[in-house]
């Protein structure tokens, strides 16, 4: 492979587009584009000609090949989103800043388990995801058990996400963070969860070994944008700061009591999720106190999703599904369910939301 820093390369670098009339390309792009000419030579028959525009550079010049095809934004594409220049490259007229779709949601009974052999992926910044809700309800909703084997500094940038809502709970171990406008870096450690509301920005730093967190997104499809022009810690503190109608939440769990559960027998401890998010999701732990059969009633809301952080307990609907450690769950609205035989060391992480506008 050829070192390109050997060659002590200078930008701006150029994409290079055919070109067999320069003028009527020319004309095109400098006035229906509001490209800017930078180079253009011959001077008394020009044939080449360089063009700056939209953070892009462009090199129209003859030759033979794909004429290419650009997506520009813009703030409103119009009636004709998709042009094609008169060297044949198609010009994609986007939306600069496309608001959040969620897709329709296809509710649906599932049960995964962490002993299934369905393989971790890969995924950014050197983290592993098994993927906790396969079908992802439609597309609304996309539920992760992420891990990360060995500790030490995480391949992380700033960056923040397009979405409605995101939490993600810790498990086990811990990971230093740093989130836009909320001080200095802190830990999350297992038990904690976070509120990351739309567009916060945000950097893994660090983690221990052994670290996993349950990551729930709404919708599943949303994009992760880089900022590298911003550096965290911000020195601006505003923890009241609203993101999108929500606002940044660190549950500490250590710093939280246990309550008694509706349910004799049983405890809870509340996460705080549901206001900090205006009531867009809930989460809340539960655990044995005694109790063996934890009695529920039907939800109405679109998302009921359970995760046995620890312990062991068998889920009865539609049948009987043994649970073990990890096992993640999804019951559809209006569909009785509960948990029997749970263990002594019987822990639930149960995330809740209504159902939404359409």
Known sequence: ??????????????????????????????????????????????QVASLSGYGLRLRLAPGDGDPGRIRLPCGAPGETPV???????????????????????????LVTRAGDGSPSQAGRAGMHYRD??????????????????????????????????QMIFCRRGWARLVYEDQGPP????????????????????????????????????????????????????????????????????????????AVPGFQRRDTGLAQASRGVVDAQVIRTAGGRDLQVSAHDG???FGFLLDGAATLRHAGAHPLGAADAFVIPAGQPWFLE??????TLLQVTAPAQAE
């Open 1 to 46: 492979m050829t070192d390109l820093a050997s060659h002590d390369p200078v930008g701006p670098a150029e994409i290079a587009l055919p070109c067999a009339d320069l003028a009527s390309s020319l004309a095109f792009f400098t006035g229906a584009l509001g490209f800017r000419v930078e180079t253009i030579f011959p001077a008394d028959d020009p």
């Open 83 to 109: 042009l094609t220049a008169p060297n044949g490259t198609v010009i994609e007229l986007v939306e600069a800043d496309p608001p959040v779709v969620l897709p329709p949601l296809a509710p649906a009974f």
């Open 132 to 165: 906790l809700i396969p079908g992802r309800l439609g597309g609304r909703y996309i539920a992760s058990h992420i891990s990360i084997a060995e500790g030490g500094p995480v391949a992380d940038w700033v960056h923040f996400h397009k979405i409605a809502f």
């Open 186 to 261: 802190f830990l999350m450690q297992a038990g904690d969860c976070v509120l990351q509301p739309p567009r916060i920005r945000h950097r893994v730093l660090e983690s221990s070994d052994s670290f996993e967190v349950v990551e729930i997104t709404c919708p599943a499809a949303h994009e992760t944008l880089a900022d590298h022009g911003l550096d965290l810690p911000t020195q601006v503190l505003a923890c009241d700061r609203d993101f999108g109608g929500q606002r940044f939440h660190h549950h500490i769990a250590a710093g939280v009591p246990w309550t008694s559960h």
């Open 302 to 304: 679109e998302l009921l």
């Open 341 to 346: 035989a749970c263990s002594e060391d019987f």
